[in-house]
């Protein structure tokens, strides 16, 4: 879940769940909402293509030296995010709008084939463990007060509170290089781990959030809790949170019931309205967005359409397709909860769940007309995009009107 915060007008965070390749970002965005939730959006798109093209774990290039010690998973991991940097430095250099922009980011991968987790992060996004009834903060944050302690573990208190608290000395699109801090843990079942940005992080002590832990199991129920304990101590920046949960493995473990629904879901291409509009590109800064399309008949949910735009950053983070989750269980909204927070500026994860059989009854009406959506190609990569996009998510190419 991602939320604009009490104090920020637009949304920088960005947040990706693909259960089904274990990978799990959250992405701070710097640089204004013209170019910082174009950051984030980069990174975490830039992620799970590198992960969707090495399925087969073959990365691309010689090892360097310094991840030859590297597990090939942590190897991976790391991969990742350095060619997220790239792919954000790129971009900022390359277009004026959009110079100077970063993203800070934590990247969890769990690996079902050794049962373990590789976190890797650039900045001060973290990534805590709740096991055992404790917690333990798995990141160490890119900062300047950081930086300062390891240099001169002996600072006093007076000097510490002296430094800026805010400044970060690491960040993606930078430099063309970035160095990658990576952390490898065995999960357990019972496992915990919440991926944060700092404007959940900087609010709230580790103490609040094991008592939320403590309080429910239910992760979405504990995100909400997190952002609103977050709001209620201020929320001076955006707030994003992003819980796994390790379960044990189960035989002919049971399905979900499926959600009843007492009154028709808005078409999530409707939220998109005003970005797509004459001029709504003009009005509100761009970030990626991957909504996937929900049909209505059983021809039309065997195979559903991704639909890739560019629409208002401010209403929110990024929401990624996410399948049900094996072993590694991520927030799931209800489609109750997601109407409630479409208004309130957050987005998450949805896992659908199971359907059982229908039952034999009255004729079905007829199937709804899929919503016509109209898409053009960019000229340089032929990237698929929504007619009104100001430059293309893919090769980051401006389109001319």
């Known amino acids: 879940m991602t939320d604009v915060g009490r104090q920020r007008k637009h949304n920088e965070d960005n947040v990706l769940v693909k259960s089904e390749l274990g990978l799990y970002v959250v992405a701070d965005g710097m640089g204004g909402h013209n170019a910082g939730n174009i950051a984030s959006a980069l990174a975490t798109k830039s992620l799970d293509n590198f992960f969707e093209a090495t399925r087969a774990g073959n990365l691309p ?19 990742a995010i350095r060619k997220a940097n790239h792919d954000v430095f790129v971009i900022s250099n390359t277009y004026s709008q959009h110079q100077g922009m970063g993203s800070t980011v934590v990247a969890a991968y769990v690996s079902r084939d050794t049962d373990q987790i590789h976190v890797g992060h650039v900045g001060d996004s973290r990534c805590y ?7 333990e903060q798995l990141t160490k944050d890119h ?92 929320g001076t920046d955006n707030i994003s949170a992003l819980i796994i949960r390790i379960l044990p493995d189960t035989v002919d473990e049971p399905q979900p019931d499926p959600v009843e629904i007492d009154e028709p879901r808005p078409h999530p291409i409707a939220e998109l309205g005003a970005a797509l509009a004459p001029g709504g590109a003009e009005r509100a800064p761009a970030a990626v967005i991957d909504l996937e399309l929900a049909a209505s008949s059983e021809d039309e949910r065997r195979a559903p359409q991704q639909v890739h735009a560019l629409a208002e950053g401010g209403a929110g983070g990024q929401v990624q397709g996410a399948t049900a989750a094996l072993r590694a ?25 199971t359907r059982a059989p229908a039952k034999e009854g009255p004729p079905s009406r007829p199937a709804k007309r899929p919503t016509e959506v109209r898409v053009a190609r960019c000229v340089h990569c032929r990237h698929e995009l929504f007619i009104g996009n100001r430059f293309c998510v893919e090769c980051g190419a401006p389109i001319k009107p």
């Not at 900062?143 to 302690?149: E, K, R, T, V």
């Not at 800026?164 to 160095?179: E, S, W």
């Not at 269980?329 to 769940?353: I, Q």
């Open 61 to 79: 290039g010689p090892v360097p030296a310094d991840e030859q010690a590297l597990d090939p998973e942590a190897r991976r991991v790391v991969a």
């Open 129 to 135: 463990r709740i096991r055992h009834g404790e917690i």
């Open 143 to 234: 900062s300047l007060i950081n930086d300062a302690l390891a240099l001169k573990p002996d600072l006093s208190q007076d000097e510490l509170a002296r430094l800026p608290k805010n400044i970060i000395t690491r960040a993606l699109g930078m430099k063309d290089a970035v160095k990658v801090d990576i952390r490898s843990e065995h999960i357990e079942p019972g496992d915990a781990f919440l991926l944060c940005s700092d404007g959940l992080s900087g609010m709230i002590s580790e103490q609040q959030m094991l008592d939320v832990f403590e309080g429910t199991q239910d992760p979405h129920e504990a995100c909400e809790m997190l952002i609103a304990l977050a709001n209620e101590a201020g």
């Open 329 to 353: 269980a991520a927030v799931p909204f209800t489609d109750r909860r997601s109407r409630a927070a479409a208004g309130s500026g957050r987005y998450a994860a949805v896992a659908t769940a």
